[in-house]
């Protein structure tokens, strides 16, 4: 009877798990299909092959620059094992329950907000953990916080939500490019020397709101999931 009844629950894990994923990949498609429409209705096909590019290159090499450059923004350092040797010992038991290669490495944060982050990839990562989470949470309580940024890591969030992150930007500077590029033209529009494609300067106007509320699909799935 236990058996059959681990046997359910990992069933079920095994269909929660598929459709995140599949959820997650959607969500990703919708937005680089959002910042490519935006490149094409800039740039035409060059803008279209532009945004896929930049996406492309973004998943290559964005896990690795944005971690070090959110740690310094939030002016993190290293914990070492002598300083937190509790923290250490529950992400070196949390990273090999979750199968990391690696174990995180715990960063403090001189900030007196209750917060938590996971940076890098799985193989090299980092998990930030402010001043005020530190002194507000019981053992059990970091226990279960650091559970849930190790499951962000295992899972490879880090870099989809980066990717999200970045394509939204993207989106966001090629919207910003577009109405740069229509008051420069009013001159020549008033005049009636080009025709004005409105439906494709709206699309291109609603872009970046579009991408952040598929981004902010993005990522309470990403949480849910995690949790």
Do not use: K
Not at 170 to 176: E, G, H, Q, R, V
Request: aromatic share 4%.
């Amino acid at each position: 009877m236990a058996l059959t009844g681990l046997a359910a629950r990992h069933d079920v894990r095994s269909r929660h798990r598929w459709l995140n994923r599949f959820q997650t990949a959607l969500l990703v498609l919708t937005l680089v299909g959002i910042a490519a429409a935006a490149g094409s209705l800039l740039f035409g096909e060059i803008g279209l092959w532009l945004a896929l590019a930049t996406c492309a290159l973004t998943l290559l090499i964005e896990p690795a620059a944005a971690s070090a450059m959110t740690l310094r923004l939030y002016g993190a350092r290293p914990l070492h094992y002598q300083e937190a040797p509790a923290i250490w010992s529950l992400l070196r038991e949390l990273a090999v329950r979750a199968g990391l290669p690696n174990t995180p490495v715990p960063h403090y944060v001189p900030s007196g907000i209750v917060n938590a982050f996971a940076t890098g990839s799985r193989r090299h990562a980092s998990i930030a953990l402010t001043d005020g989470l530190l002194r507000s949470l019981s053992i059990r309580e970091l226990q279960a916080v650091l559970a849930h940024e190790v499951a962000h890591i295992a899972q490879d969030d880090l870099r989809v939500m980066g990717l999200a992150d970045s394509i939204s930007r993207l989106t966001s500077l090629l919207a910003l490019l577009g109405q740069i590029t229509l008051l420069i033209s009013m001159p020549v529009l008033l005049a009636g020397a080009v025709e004005i494609n409105w439906l494709g300067l709206l699309l291109l106007a609603a872009s970046p709101q579009l991408a952040l509320l598929a981004q902010l699909g993005l990522s309470r799935v990403r949480e849910f999931d995690a949790d």
